[in-house]
């Protein structure tokens, strides 16, 4: 059986926690867009922060059956797309979080307030 989209993203957000991510984040984006029904934002400290961040939640929805379908900027470690269709998850780099600010260009989309804290 698949994973919902809800259940991908309470995934990732304890993967992310577990690795230390801070500044999470979840955007219920798919009344704005047919590209996708949530993005996930996580701060890294360092490069290789947001690269073990990033390899830990693709770790976690593998184990779970769940398949990135894209991913790009690991070897660089300044922001990680992972694209798994329904849930898109952005692990940044605090400076180039600050810089694209994904949370003002989505603006209108509301954040979900998930009960998932480790």
């Known amino acids: 059986m698949a994973l919902s989209p809800r259940a ?3 995934a990732a957000v304890r993967a ?3 690795k230390k991510g801070f500044d999470i984040l979840v955007l219920d984006i798919h009344e704005l867009t047919v590209v996708s ?3 996930l934002l996580v701060s890294g400290r360092s490069t290789t922060h947001v690269q073990a961040c ?3 939640i693709q770790g976690k929805l593998d184990e779970l059956g769940v398949k990135a379908l894209r991913i790009e900027g690991f070897r660089q ?3 990680v797309l992972l694209d798994y ?3 898109v998850i952005h692990v940044f780099l605090e ?3 600050a810089f694209y600010n994904l949370e003002r260009l989505w ?3 509301p954040v979900v307030r998930l009960p998932v804290t480790i």
């Open 95 to 97: 400076s180039e979080r």
């Open 8 to 10: 991908m993203v309470e």
């Open 37 to 39: 029904d949530f993005f």
């Open 85 to 87: 269709g329904d849930v």
């Open 77 to 79: 470690g300044q922001w």
């Open 107 to 109: 603006g209108d989309a």
């Open 16 to 18: 992310a926690e577990e």
């Open 54 to 56: 990033a390899e830990h």
